[in-house]
């Protein structure tokens, strides 16, 4: 496997399900996030982290849970979610934060329906 | 914080035309301005780059503007062709924003043979 890869690629969920999105990246880098992206909406940043740690929470409701054990692994844990939270869930990562590595790398995606 | 506008929304092209999409932004301190193409059922894939120390950069066929005078970037493709049919969004990075990319809503690009 190469690149960003995440699982599943689609999921329906009720809205008193939990589940988990999980995106796993082999290239060494350091910096991971989660994004979301709506129709005719421009791509949201939700979570941040560098070299495990949250950096950045984008005022993302509480249903919404990160979690990344370590740089090559994050998961992003759902429940009791809203129908308006279905869209693509896009996991991406960089070599870190700083302005020299400003390039991120892009997973395919998860696309959530929630009923 | 940084807001992007991206124009158009739509833009449909003949094959082996030229197609132009621009941005603008909004915050000074940018620096760095990425495109991305996003295919159908795939994530979006860097294409080109620019930073805010140059004003213009090729990469094959296509190429991307700065104007930082005038806040707004572009992006050009050149002799385009079918497989260049996708969304293309823009992106702004704040200087010591911490990598956080501010996108556009993206252009739905049409080549028509």
């Known amino acids: 496997e190469t690149g960003v890869t995440q699982t599943p690629r689609h999921l329906v969920m009720g809205m008193t399900n939990k589940k988990s999105l999980k995106c796993e990246q082999h290239?060494?880098?350091?910096?991971m996030y989660w994004y979301k992206q709506s129709a005719k909406k421009p791509l949201e940043l939700m979570f941040v982290y560098n070299f495990k740690e949250q950096t950045e929470n984008n005022s993302v409701p509480s249903r919404f849970s990160p979690e990344c054990p370590n740089s090559s692994h994050l998961f992003l844990h759902l429940h009791t979610l809203q129908p308006e939270d279905s869209a693509l869930y896009l996991c991406?990562?960089?070599?870190?934060?700083?302005?020299?590595?400003?390039?991120?790398?892009f997973g395919p995606g998860t696309r959530l329906t929630v009923l | 914080g940084e807001n992007v506008e991206q124009h158009p929304s739509t833009l449909s092209v003949q094959e082996g035309d030229s197609a132009v999409i621009k941005c603008t932004y909004s915050?000074?301190?940018?620096?760095?301005f990425p495109w991305y193409k996003q295919e159908l059922g795939k994530g979006p894939q860097l294409i080109i780059d620019i930073r805010s120390n140059v004003g213009e950069k090729k990469d094959q066929r296509i190429a991307v503007t700065l104007n930082k005078t005038a806040k707004h970037f572009s992006l050009h493709i050149t002799e385009t062709q079918p497989e260049d049919s996708a969304v293309y969004f823009c992106?702004?990075?704040?200087?010591?924003?911490?990598?956080?990319?501010?996108f556009g809503t993206g252009t739905q690009l049409k080549v028509e043979l």
């Open positions: 915050d000074s301190a940018s620096n760095y």
């Open positions: 991406a990562s960089s070599p870190g934060l700083a302005p020299a590595y400003n390039e991120q790398f």
């Open positions: 992106a702004a990075v704040l200087t010591g924003g911490g990598n956080k990319l501010t």
């Open positions: 290239l060494g880098h350091n910096a």
